[in-house]
């Protein structure tokens, strides 16, 4: 958050206001009361006097809001690690933000490998997730990708050297926000910040660019329960024998059948092996 002595910036359709938090606000004395993203109501005397309900919240960074993850990779140097890219799937839909993955430099594959890495890709869209195959360098597919990020807010994670900066660059505004504006009545507005994480889209919208969300570490998954769904493949099968089935070694699974008849991939099912394994040696055992 960038609260700068004490003031928040809320922008508004046209304007950006200089604002302090209502006493009631802030008496909470939480540090996550009100936070970057956060969609709020202002007075005329520009105080913050209400928070709405946020569909997602960030820690590290503190961010809320948040509607896209932008999981990027490149075709090529270097190729894309799967098992990060399972990853980075797993925390976005652990924090409950949309992901989306860009995967950049295609401009370097030959028709061979374009089609090589269409196959690699396919298991993304058995769990509806989008992606965009793009090239910075050569400008493809990027009008489609700014008109999808219109006005919304999106992080940017991923490895480096796939050119997440390069795309950042081209998708963020020169224009910077403009403060100390004085609100005339009771507005909306999306909270934000003078600089820092939160930049400016050409189109509307917000990019986050903060390392954090490039982070491969394991979210804070408290049991087995809590990770299986976080694997949308996994919901709406059949029932498994068992009730609190963990997929693993139980005899009629729904989840094994599926895999067996291809309908869950082979390699997502073996990642939620190994972050089950993983999981349950490093951190659920210190608590049994
Ligand atoms: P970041 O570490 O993810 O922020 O990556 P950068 O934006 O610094 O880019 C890493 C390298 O990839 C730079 O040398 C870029 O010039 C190069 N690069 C970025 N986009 C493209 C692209 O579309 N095609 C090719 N061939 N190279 C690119
Ligand atoms: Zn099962």
Request: aromatic content about 10%.
């Amino acid at each position: 958050m960038n609260k700068i002595q004490g003031f928040y910036y809320v922008k508004s359709e046209n304007n950006v206001y200089e604002c302090k938090l209502r006493g009631i606000l802030k008496r909470k004395e939480s540090k996550d009361n009100c936070v970057v993203g956060d969609i709020v109501e202002i007075s005329e005397d520009n105080s913050i006097i209400n928070v709405e309900k946020r569909k997602n919240l960030v820690e590290r960074p503190l961010v809320a809001n948040i509607d896209y993850l932008v999981i990027q990779f490149a075709a090529k140097d270097p190729d894309i690690d799967y098992e990060r890219l399972n990853l980075l799937l797993l925390r976005s839909f652990y924090y409950k933000i949309t992901p989306l993955v860009i995967i950049n430099k295609i401009d370097l594959l030959n028709d061979h490998e374009m089609t090589e890495l269409k196959k690699g890709l396919e298991f993304l869209e058995k769990i509806n997730i989008k992606y965009f195959l793009i090239s910075q360098k050569e400008n493809i597919g990027i009008e489609e990708l700014k008109l999808f990020l219109k006005d919304k807010i999106t992080a940017f994670g991923g490895p480096s050297g796939v050119g997440k900066s390069s795309i950042i660059n081209l998708l963020q505004n020169e224009k910077k926000l403009e403060t100390g504006e004085t609100s005339k009545r009771l507005r909306r507005g999306k909270h934000t910040t003078k600089d820092t994480n939160l930049l400016e889209l050409i189109g509307g919208g917000y990019i986050i660019d903060t390392p954090g969300f490039s982070s491969v570490e394991l979210p804070d998954i408290k049991d087995a329960q809590e990770l299986i769904a976080l694997f949308p493949e996994f919901s709406n099968r059949g029932d498994c024998k068992f009730n609190n089935c963990l997929h693993l070694n139980e005899p009629s699974c729904a989840i094994k059948e599926a895999v067996k008849n291809g309908e869950i991939l082979e390699e997502r099912y073996n990642f939620y092996k190994k972050v089950y394994e993983k999981l349950k040696q490093e951190r659920w055992n210190k608590y049994e």
